[in-house]
């Protein structure tokens, strides 16, 4: 039970930590566009969407990917999964609204790339992170300038 409220809590994080990249996306296409270009405004559109697509593509690799650690995964082969989990929520999102399938031409390639992008960008994050815990371990570990 820990291990599958493990990944729960994994793709949550996920979810809010592309929230909030696809919320700043959103944020800039506002200020080009104006408040009154469409419905929904922009930042919540995009961060509801952003959410959606970290979970995707968390359970994805999840699924795929399995017990590899973040030092055993490509960037290429994230940003793929996270194309993959990108063109299912387009898919999801497209049947669940009744919209017009053909509509996957459109909005499939948009996600699929923006997911892809966040997915590259989040194994940057994560190996970051571990670059970091790993100098501050090293009791004569240094910072060169």
Do not use: C, H, N, Y
């Not at 409220?5 to 296409?29: C, E, H, K, S």
């Not at 969407?49 to 030092?71: N, Q």
């Not at 031409?105 to 997911?115: H, K, M, N």
């Amino acid at each position: 039970m820990k291990r599958w409220l493990r990944r729960v809590r994994g793709a949550i994080g996920m979810g809010f930590t592309w929230a909030l990249a696809w919320f700043g996306a959103g944020m800039v296409l506002l200020l080009i566009v104006g408040p009154d270009a469409a419905d929904v405004p922009f930042p919540l559109g995009f961060g509801m969407f952003g959410f959606l697509a970290g979970a995707t593509f968390s359970v994805v690799v999840g699924m795929v990917e399995g017990r590899r650690s973040f030092d055993q995964m490509s960037v290429p082969r994230f940003a793929l999964w996270g194309a993959v989990g990108g063109l299912l929520l387009s898919g999801a999102f497209i049947l669940a609204a009744g919209l017009d399938g053909g509509l996957i031409l459109v909005l499939g390639p948009v996600f699929a790339l923006s997911s892809a992008a966040s997915a590259a960008g989040s194994l940057a994050l994560a190996r970051r992170a571990d670059d970091r815990k790993l100098l501050g371990s090293g009791s004569d570990a240094k910072l060169i300038p």
